[in-house]
């Protein structure tokens, strides 16, 4: 798991990146009472919408590799493809996902969650924190400049958050553009957090996050042919 490390260490190296990704979230957790305990769903699309800034940064460290030729170095090592995007995710996944578990932890024991709920949210984050990894990885191999893939990352990143429902309500959204959202994984997440808060952990629940998780396979497919054919 040499890669692993490398890459856990690359990824919080950035004063930006560690505030994203690691300060500013745990520090959210504890400090937003009032949201978590009245209204987590907007708790909920702010650590979505940190996330989302934070995988910028990330894809644009795994673009690093292939500008600079470490790739290269890497793939002559014995060190499959395979095994090279799985541990560059779980580098940027793993993070992630220990934050989600302390917010159902604290939502459960300080925020008066009920246990379906503080399940159901944890299994909804780690779903979308995953699918939003794949996303970062497919989107930086259509780019070869780190401020290329970057700049365009935040400019598609704002428009996720506004036809996600992460921002807004998707209903207050003009016509077709309520629909829209629906080829970007967050919307899915959206929609399962509200059928969560509204009526439990159903079957409606589970189709949203299976949604969600088959994008981000998608996601992993799209960018692992693109790197073969580059």
Not at 29 to 51: C, E, K, N, Q, R
Not at 176 to 205: D, K
Request: proline letters at 3%; charged letters at 10%.
């Amino acid at each position: 798991m040499t890669i692993f490390k490398y890459a856990m260490i690359r990824n919080f190296r950035s004063p930006v990146s560690y505030l994203l990704g690691l300060l500013v979230p745990v520090i959210l957790i504890f400090a937003m009472a009032t949201i978590w305990t009245y209204a987590p769903v907007v708790g909920l699309s702010t650590m979505i919408i940190l996330m989302l800034m934070n995988s910028a940064l990330l894809a644009g460290l795994i673009l690093e590799d292939r500008v600079d030729g470490s790739i290269i170095k890497i793939l002559v090592s014995p060190v499959s493809m395979a095994s090279y995007i799985f541990q560059n995710l779980l580098a940027a996944i793993l993070p992630v996902a220990l934050q989600f578990v302390l917010l159902g932890i604290v939502g459960l024991f300080r925020y008066n969650w009920a246990v379906e709920f503080t399940v159901g949210v944890t299994v909804a984050l780690l779903i979308c924190a995953v699918s939003t990894a794949a996303f970062s990885f497919c989107w930086n191999m259509f780019f070869k400049s780190k401020s290329g893939s970057r700049y365009s990352f935040l400019f598609a990143a704002a428009l996720i958050v506004l036809l996600s429902g992460l921002m807004i309500p998707i209903e207050a959204l003009p016509g077709f553009m309520q629909h829209v959202g629906a080829i970007l994984h967050p919307y899915w997440f959206t929609r399962a957090v509200m059928a969560l808060h509204n009526y439990g952990i159903t079957v409606q629940f589970w189709i949203y996050n299976t949604i969600s998780l088959f994008m981000g396979v998608g996601f992993l497919l799209i960018g692992s042919r693109r790197r073969r054919m580059q």
